[in-house]
């Protein structure tokens, strides 16, 4: 008996908007309040409330134009205050 995919569940743009940014965005140098503002611009102008999250994600890579370098963190001052080793793999 074969079982039928369930749809995948649609969340809220101002989530996705959130969601994207925290788990891609912020692990970039470009990361900055405008570079948000760019992806909240884009997002909102869609005209869109509800999509999945694999839909938002190939619509956004479509249209935000960012260079992501990726953050190097050799030396963490926070971690380095907290007394976190810094691992070097």
């Not at 959130?18 to 948000?36: P, Q």
Request: overall charge positive; hydrophobic content about 35%; proline content about 4%.
């Amino acid at each position: 008996m074969e079982q039928s995919a369930k749809p995948k569940p649609k969340a809220k743009i101002v989530h996705l908007i959130n969601w994207y940014h925290g788990n891609f965005c912020v692990k970039h140098e470009e990361s900055t309040k405008e570079h948000y503002e760019e992806l909240k611009r884009i997002a909102i102008s869609w005209n869109i409330s509800e999509m999945t999250h694999k839909e938002f994600v190939f619509r956004i890579r479509q249209e935000l134009r960012c260079n992501p370098n990726k953050r190097k963190f050799d030396d963490c001052l926070i971690c380095r205050k907290l007394g976190v080793p810094q691992w070097k793999f």
